[in-house]
């Protein structure tokens, strides 16, 4: 009486390779590849955090030599962008 049937939308039965939306507009899952993929991604991307909090766990003093060094190395890849820079406009 106050139910009404619904009736499947066509992203609904057209199968396997169809785009399925959720009910965010922005989320679109094209298709089974696509989610074992986002999967994967997520099992590795735990997994780099797990074993970076083991490293500065068990040796702290080479992970933060390992910090400086990564910063170290950024700061003169940046001195040198600026270098660049003002040899073209100088």
Not at 32 to 39: E, H, P, S
Not at 51 to 76: D, E, H, K
Request: aromatic share 8%; with cysteine.
């Amino acid at each position: 009486m106050c139910h009404k049937r619904l009736t499947p939308r066509v992203s609904d039965t057209l199968g396997f390779v169809a785009a399925v939306r959720y009910n965010e507009p922005r989320l679109v899952v094209l298709n089974a590849r696509t989610v074992v993929w986002m999967n994967v991604r997520k099992i590795l991307g735990t997994l780099a955090i797990v074993l970076l909090v083991f490293f500065v766990i068990s040796q702290p003093g080479r992970a933060a030599m390992s910090v400086r060094s990564i910063g170290t190395s950024l700061a003169g890849a940046g001195q040198s962008m600026i270098d660049f820079v003002t040899q073209v406009f100088v």
